[in-house]
């Protein structure tokens, strides 16, 4: 009986211990970043052809230039953290004049359509939003999650942010405080 006890704590310990470090191997890294996606060491904006909503192309070559910034902005039309994203950016649009947007999805354009309605994003002069059919942008960026925000200045990279960006934070940046 003495050795049957022992047998049966010894075997706690074991499992125990296993099942810690099972715990410790799937527990999520702090930050999203692919150390290996091809912005880490290319700074510049990706080449990339997106179909806008409107149906028109647009590449990388024909950004408009009057712009300082440019804000690549990965979404998903169905995830409640770029419709939070959406929402907070529109209620500051007057603060990002000097920003062109250029909101990204892999989703159908049905749902990027009602997306870009739902938050007034289609028409602004200074807002891309359609589908990357080659899937160029996520593959430079390799996002883990959505939103993923990427900043540039002048085509240079400023600042990723790998779980959407407060609007208060984007303004600081290009109010440059």
């Given at each position: 009986?003495k050795?049957?006890?022992?047998?049966l704590?010894?075997?706690?310990?074991?499992?125990?211990?296993n099942?810690?470090?099972?715990q410790?191997a799937?527990?999520p890294?702090?930050s999203?970043v692919?150390?290996?996606?091809?912005y880490m060491k290319?700074?510049?904006?990706?080449?990339?052809?997106?179909?806008?909503?409107?149906?028109?192309?647009v590449t990388?070559?024909?950004?408009?230039t009057?712009y300082k910034?440019t804000?690549i902005?990965?979404?998903s039309?169905?995830?409640?953290?770029?419709e939070?994203?959406a929402g907070?950016l529109?209620k500051?649009a007057?603060?990002?004049?000097?920003?062109?947007f250029?909101?990204?999805?892999?989703?159908d354009m049905?749902?990027?359509k009602k997306?870009?309605?739902k938050f007034n994003l289609a028409?602004?002069a200074?807002?891309?939003?359609?589908?990357?059919?080659?899937f160029?942008i996520?593959?430079f960026?390799r996002?883990?999650?959505t939103?993923?925000?990427?900043?540039?200045d002048k085509g240079?990279?400023?600042k990723?942010?790998?779980?959407?960006?407060?609007?208060f934070e984007?303004i600081?940046?290009?109010q440059?405080?």
């Open positions: 009986m050795y049957i006890l022992m047998g704590v010894g075997l706690l310990g074991i499992l125990t211990t099942a810690a470090n099972a410790v799937t527990q890294a702090a999203t692919d150390p290996n996606a091809p290319d700074k510049h904006v990706p080449i990339f052809s997106i179909t806008s909503v409107d149906g028109k192309e990388n070559k024909q950004l408009p009057k910034y804000c902005i990965i979404f039309p169905d995830c409640s953290h770029c939070h994203e907070e529109n500051y007057d603060k990002f004049k000097d920003v062109l250029i909101w990204d999805s892999y989703r049905e749902s990027i997306f870009a309605t028409g602004q200074n807002v891309i939003i359609g589908r990357d059919p080659a160029t996520p593959t960026y996002p883990k999650m939103p993923f925000v990427a900043l540039y240079n990279l400023v990723v942010w790998d779980q959407g960006v407060e609007p984007l600081k940046i290009i440059g405080n």
